[in-house]
């Protein structure tokens, strides 16, 4: 049970997110035998967006994850095709912002890779990706998306570094090796993707320009406990974070101009995980292996962090994902939607405010970050910075068809001599003036059954060559 002194001072506080509460689908509407992947580390195991949900699955002789339509609920037959190209467990995976068919994934085998899956969603199983980036000499646990800016992705791992990459490219632009001592715990971008903030074994919550290489601001033990804990970036700029106390009490804190403001939740010693809602101020907290699912607002008035609700069931939670605003039913005032994972399914839990009204909530549904990105990835890199470009909710978001990844590796396919089918496509493009639309969807289609096998040839050439290392190092 929770406990929060200064809830009991005031009776009532006016809060139009007073009467949420949460409530769990029907059982047909959940997405059922689903093997959860049992690695040990702490990772929503699920990503969503307003067209699919992924989640990080058991497979045997390497890393596999399901993408299944949103629509596609019920029993999942376990030969249903996978995101598989991973040569060990995948760690954590993200939909890419601007583009619902992207996602990334991290995984043990140190790799990043970014794969586009269909409009329609998988028939076969995927195990080529669009592109893979090596950069990382230990495993990799957190990948991310900026948030304003198109084709720029982070990636944290093991080996204690965080790498920016152009993935129109595929090429490491930024690396920062020497800021952090030990295991990043977590990383956020700020808003508009100009600062990330850190969390880390050594207890402190850093502040960075990544452009810059620069600690802008450092902040040591935020929570003096030895488990792990979390930092996001809310929107005006300041840090919450979650952690545990040198008696092992969950808190949480606020950091508001260098004066943190805590609650201590003394129940179980499970990893706090943490999802902000940008538009509406308000923090969902999700302890991993715990049943319960808790909300805070937050204000401009004391005690700043302000508990609201918690939602409950039986089963404790795997990971979580959750819902893009863009993704929620406005008509039903939902302001958010979880995808809670057990162990061998995934349960959609809806938030909802009550209205009377069957009005347009313009309180609950304020213009929200939307897929079209404010910067091209040379603009960021260049010093550029762009907020999110808002949309608004109000007649309902309607997908829009999102374009192809188109990656011009200069770093690998320059130095290979052009084969001749790469000739013939060259050819193909500028002989036909202007074909039919039939034509043009067959050549893409052939362009990309080409692309997809010159990409297999490259990453089997780089298996070859690691193999051939590990050959010559045995026989001396």
């Not at 690695?39 to 989640?55: E, L």
């Not at 990080?56 to 995101?83: C, H, N």
């Not at 805070?296 to 409950?312: C, G, K, M, R, W």
């Not at 909710?393 to 997908?399: E, I, R, T």
Request: charged share 25%; proline share 6%; with cysteine.
């Amino acid at each position: 049970m929770l406990y929060f002194p200064d809830m009991l001072r005031r009776v009532v506080r006016q809060s139009k997110f007073r009467h949420v509460f949460g409530q769990a689908v029907r059982n047909d509407q959940c997405y059922d035998d689903i093997r959860v992947s049992r690695v040990t580390w702490d990772s929503s195991f699920c990503a969503v967006n307003p067209k699919f949900v992924a989640i990080i699955i058991e497979a045997s002789g390497g890393g596999a994850f399901f993408v299944l339509p949103l629509q596609k609920t019920g029993r999942i037959d376990k030969a249903y095709p996978t995101v598989c190209g991973h040569t060990a467990p995948v760690l954590d995976i993200d939909w890419c912002p601007h583009n619902d068919l992207i996602i990334a994934s991290g995984s043990e085998d140190c790799t990043v890779m970014v794969w586009q899956i269909p409009e329609n969603g998988l028939e076969t199983s995927l195990s080529e990706p669009v592109v893979v980036l090596e950069g990382h000499s230990k495993r990799v646990g957190i990948v991310s998306w900026h948030p304003t800016a198109r084709n720029v992705l982070l990636s944290a791992g093991c080996d204690n570094q965080i790498i920016i990459w152009n993935v129109g490219t595929g090429e490491a632009m930024i690396n920062l090796e020497d800021m952090h001592p030990d295991v990043i715990f977590s990383v956020s971008w700020s808003r508009n993707g100009s600062l990330l903030c850190t969390a880390c074994k050594d207890k402190k919550v850093r502040v960075i320009d990544p452009r810059k290489k620069k600690i802008v601001a450092e902040k040591d033990k935020a929570h003096e406990g030895a488990r792990p804990m979390r930092a996001i970036f809310l929107a005006d700029g300041n840090i919450f974070t979650t952690g545990f106390s040198r008696m092992s009490e969950r808190q949480l804190a606020l950091w508001k101009s260098e004066k943190p403001r805590s609650k201590h939740i003394p129940v179980f010693s499970s990893v706090l995980m943490i999802r902000f809602t940008n538009s509406l101020l308000a923090v969902t907290v999700f302890p991993q292996g715990d049943s319960s699912i808790r909300y805070f607002e937050i204000t401009d008035e004391a005690p700043f962090v302000h508990y609201l609700n918690t939602f409950s069931t039986k089963e404790p939670q795997r990971g979580m994902g959750y819902m893009p605003k863009r993704g929620l039913d406005v008509n039903k005032c939902e302001i958010a939607r979880f995808y809670k994972l057990h162990e061998r399914k995934c349960e959609p839990i809806i938030m909802t405010v009550p209205r009377k009204s069957d009005l347009f909530q313009d309180d609950l549904y304020p213009d929200t970050a939307g897929p079209d990105p404010a910067l091209e990835a040379d603009e960021w890199f260049n010093g550029k910075n762009g907020g999110p470009i808002l949309i608004s909710l109000k007649d309902g978001y309607v997908s829009t068809k999102n374009r192809d990844l188109k990656v011009v590796k200069t770093n690998v396919l320059e130095t290979k001599p052009a084969t001749k089918a790469e000739n013939i496509s060259t050819v193909q493009k500028h002989v036909s003036p202007q074909p039919s639309v039939k034509m043009e969807d067959k050549l893409e289609e052939v362009l990309r059954e080409f692309k997809s096998l010159r990409d297999r040839v490259i990453l089997q050439d780089r298996r070859i060559a690691r193999l051939e290392e590990q050959v010559a190092k045995v026989a001396m």
